[in-house]
């Protein structure tokens, strides 16, 4: 069973940045995909971004793309998301997703953190 658990979340200023964390235990964190998705207040779960085992593969919606940047240090279990040039339509709960497979996008994830709040200032 793997546990996951964000952090870094916050309010920040339309423009500014943050960086979001995701600390994985209780698997191998190298051999797992890992996602980040966003849900707003009345809005969908949004996929924001996929990274692969070593980091070497991501893939970003347009929404996002250019802004976002999916990162992974493997030896600290970790994964992070950096966000960039912030809107007030990020906005959002954050939550970080793991999945053991080899394809890097809006999977089905099976382990899931209990999210981080975004909120972004205009």
């Known amino acids: 069973q793997v546990q996951l658990r964000e952090s870094g979340g916050g309010l920040v200023q339309a423009g500014g940045s943050l960086r979001l964390s995701c600390i994985a235990s209780?698997?191998?964190?190298?051999?797992?995909?890992m996602g980040w998705f966003r849900q707003a207040p009345g809005k969908e779960r949004e996929f924001v971004g996929a990274i692969g085992w070593v980091g070497l593969s991501t893939y970003y919606p347009d929404s996002v793309k250019g802004r976002f940047t999916i990162a992974r240090d493997n030896a600290k279990n970790t994964v992070y998301l950096q966000m960039n040039s912030l809107k007030p339509e990020d906005t959002a709960v954050y939550y970080c997703?793991?999945?053991?497979?080899?394809?890097?996008?809006?999977?089905?994830?099976?382990?899931w953190g209990q999210g981080t709040q975004v909120t972004v200032s205009s």
């Open positions: 997703a793991a999945k053991s497979t080899v394809v890097v996008g809006p999977v089905n994830y099976d382990y």
């Open positions: 209780g698997g191998t964190f190298s051999r797992l995909a």
